[in-house]
């Protein structure tokens, strides 16, 4: 009998504290599922954003190695569905820097150029975006919008001092300043050190005393 009451008063124990917390017990299970779901329908949705994201960089890479008008029209329509619905993609920033490569090359100066300043305005990749602007840079010296170019070099992001002074150097020389382009391929090459590719800008330092 005194175990009947024993195990009595561990059921009213029991009851008593299914009474005040079962509910809270209830609500904390249902949350953890809830957040377990969740995050297995994020990792699903990542996946499946990064998917449909690289078949549109495949898409484009193809376009690219094709000839005609119909290939430019996919390389712009793909990068632009990569820019829109997947812009923070790492995918997306190599395919308009790849987008805008192609379109140079096929004259189309004023894509190329659409496609760069996208990536320059954005902030999801800034190594890639400091590519960018070094080729924009290049691309407005060709059509001489010499002070646009400049402003583009104006502040080298860290890894960048070099390559920044370098095209610096190729814009004064494109405008004519041949004082401040040496300054630009001196400063380059200072950045350089024992870089092989000291010795193409110091060959362009070179140059200048024939011209």
Known sequence: MAYDLEEQEKLD???AWWDRYGTFCVILAFVALAAVAGWRGWIWYQGHQAGQAMGYFEALES?????GE???ARIKAASATLRTDFPKSGYT????LMAAAALQQRGDQEGAKEQLNWLVASKFDPALQAVAQLRLAGLLSEQQHYDQALALLESAPVGFAALYADRKGDVYFAQGDKQKARQAWQAAV?????DPLSQVVQLKIDALSGV
């Open 63 to 67: 376009a690219t190695r094709q000839e």
């Open 70 to 72: 119909e290939s430019e």
């Open 93 to 96: 920033s190599r395919a308009v």
């Open 13 to 15: 124990q029991i009851k």
């Open 190 to 194: 200072a950045e350089l050190e024992n």
